[in-house]
């Protein structure tokens, strides 16, 4: 298959390895949405859309958050500096923008990302400890987003203003229940209660790990599910479900 910008329905079918049928219920669940061209409206796909359809975000993160070597995450999902990513994150909302049954909501998710992803910039600034910035994907088909960091991680940041947490687990319930004051730079993790609450309103899911601690929060519920994890991540990770 020649390296075309647009596939039609079987050529998307074939390089997907699904029933074309399949990419039509898709398309009318809004899971994978289609292009339509031409007088008679065929379906095509654009191939860097079904591209990133393959690609598992979460796998991706998480793999680099926990890796021994701070090396750099693919370009396309590299955010440098705050400045890149405010502006990755402007170009999400549009995206979400765009999609009728996201009218309401849209404003939230990308508020959510967006605190999340600032958390990560303030809280390192000047001591990352190996690679700088985050890792920010999104797939709107999939209706997923995905932050990472190689940060000091919460556990390490809150301990300057409440050095009694013992753990990541102790930290992680601290920083999405409780105010956190202190002189700056010392104020750490008040935005995550500003992410529980709009959840709890919504019917977006949270997964969250600092460490070896991972927290869990469903739609339309303020309840804190926190666990211990078998993997160990330097910094934070954060996928929303929308």
Known sequence: MENKEYLNIREAADFLQVAVIT????????????????????????????????????????????????????KQFYCQNSAIFQARLASLAEELKQLPE???????????????????????????????????????????????????????????VKPELKNHKEALNTAFTEIISGRAPESRGNGLKFVRREIAKT???LIFQTGDAVLTIKHSSAKLNIKKSDAFLKGCLAFIKF
Do not use: C, M
């Not at 009318?28 to 859309?49: C, I, P």
């Not at 999340?116 to 990352?128: Q, T």
């Open 23 to 74: 990419l039509r219920r898709w398309d009318k669940e809004g899971k994978l949405k289609s292009t339509r061209k031409g007088e008679r409206g065929h379906r095509f796909y654009r191939r860097v859309d079904l591209e990133l359809f393959k690609t598992n975000l979460f796998e991706l993160s998480f793999n680099w958050a926990k890796n021994t070597e701070g090396k750099e995450p693919e």
């Open 203 to 205: 019917s977006l899911n």
């Open 102 to 160: 996201l009218k309401e909501l849209y404003p939230i998710i990308a508020a959510i990302a967006g605190e999340i992803g600032d958390n990560s910039f303030a809280h390192n600034l000047g001591n990352w400890p190996d690679t700088p910035g985050i890792f920010f994907g999104y797939n709107i088909n999939k209706k997923e987003i995905v932050l990472a960091d190689r940060g000091l991680g919460i556990l390490y940041t809150l301990q300057r």
